[in-house]
């Protein structure tokens, strides 16, 4: 069999000793035509690739009897993307990718996709660094006891919520990024607030309980933490729908909420959307166009939105509610992520908003 790998810039015969000691991948090859084919190998028994919002899951294909097992997937220009290797009885990150995404995940780039500075690259088995300063929340509006952890970046300032926060500790490493940002200068110091998500599909919705808790009684206990904080500014960091929870916030309390940097928000949302057999096909822009369209003045606001190049079926959503934002006063900033609906391709988008929502 002609090795099919040496156009990856992998020589060697497939399954050898030999040929696993020099294997890297993913390894991308150009078409010609602005896209890509990827290999990804596997050893061992048979997998699947499973890939997060933006494939449908692909099988592997076994290179003659040997152990190596492979898949040649055909990518778009400029993509980001999370996956892993599924066999029968459990998930695991790519052995050959030095790029993790917790403990059973990969990241996987396209040579074109742009750089995300500050973003260090972790194994699946490295442990991530943690805000030394935490406290049990337990809420008497939302019911329920969640750890929320607080890091002053830079030595604190300006409060960022980040929402989802468990995901921004665990699997991608953002207290080493946000604190790369402010040392080279690109952010001011922030006092950085990880929220983890509990009931994500309620708490997130359009209701008015997560943020009169927030309000009410999570940001005293983050005042009495100890660690400094500037309660007078508050930016809202969302994605998915905790973007739409972040927008949410912004037009239902003003007072509370200064900036927001929304990734992929989910503005298909109205109530009852999500027992539907496709939520996304309802009024374009859901609740929050519908709110928009009432004029409220969103003068103080500034609020910046990205959502991926590969996610089409969020695009008339997400467009939509970035025109009625600007054109109810709002400060908007607009941009697109080489992504699907993916944390991998938000987290540049994350520390640029961020910072411009400071600004």
């Not at 699946?124 to 809420?139: E, I, K, N, Y």
């Not at 919705?205 to 500037?230: N, Q, Y």
């Not at 200064?258 to 609740?287: K, N, R």
Request: hydrophobic share 45%.
């Amino acid at each position: 069999m002609e090795n099919t790998f040496a156009r990856f810039g992998l020589p060697g015969e497939p399954g050898t000793d030999g040929f696993w000691a020099a294997a890297g991948t993913p390894a991308s090859v150009s078409t010609g035509d602005g896209g890509w084919v990827t290999l990804f190998l596997w050893r061992g028994s048979p997998a699947s690739l499973d890939f997060e919002s933006w494939s449908e899951p692909v099988p592997l294909r076994r290179w003659g009897d040997t152990d190596c097992w492979y898949a040649e997937v055909a990518m778009p220009a400029r993509l980001r993307v999370t996956y892993r290797f599924r066999t029968d009885d459990a998930a695991y990150a790519d052995p050959f990718n030095p790029v993790g995404a917790g403990g059973d995940r990969s990241i996987a780039a396209t040579p074109d996709a742009p750089a995300q500075p500050h973003w260090p690259a972790v194994g699946a088995a490295d442990v991530l660094p943690l805000p030394r300063t935490r406290f049990r929340w337990t809420s008497d509006r939302l019911g329920g006891r969640r750890t929320v952890r607080v890091h002053p970046a830079g030595g604190g300032g300006p409060m960022v919520l980040l929402l989802d926060g468990d995901d921004w500790l665990y699997l991608h490493p953002a207290v080493t990024a946000f604190d790369a940002a402010v040392a080279h200068g690109e952010m001011p110091a922030v006092t950085l607030v990880f929220l983890p998500a509990q009931a994500r599909a309620a708490e997130f919705g359009c209701r008015p309980e997560l943020w009169e808790a927030i309000r009410d009684e999570l940001l005293p206990l983050v005042a009495e933490s100890g660690v400094p904080a500037d309660r007078d500014r508050l930016v809202v960091a969302g994605q998915s729908l905790g973007g739409l929870s972040a927008m949410y916030a912004a037009l239902e309390f003003p007072d509370l909420v200064s900036g927001v940097a929304c990734q992929s928000g989910s503005f298909w949302w109205t109530p009852g959307a999500m027992d539907l057999a496709d939520p996304m096909g309802g009024p374009v822009g859901g609740a929050i166009a519908a709110r928009l369209r009432e004029r409220p003045d969103l003068s103080g606001l500034r609020v910046a939105f990205d959502v991926g190049e590969h996610e089409p079926r969020m695009l008339p959503h997400c467009e939509l509610v970035e025109t009625l934002a600007e054109q109810a006063g709002a400060t908007v900033r607009v941009s697109r992520s080489a992504s699907g609906h993916d944390r991998a391709g938000w987290r540049h988008a994350l520390l640029r908003d961020v910072a411009w929502a400071l600004a």
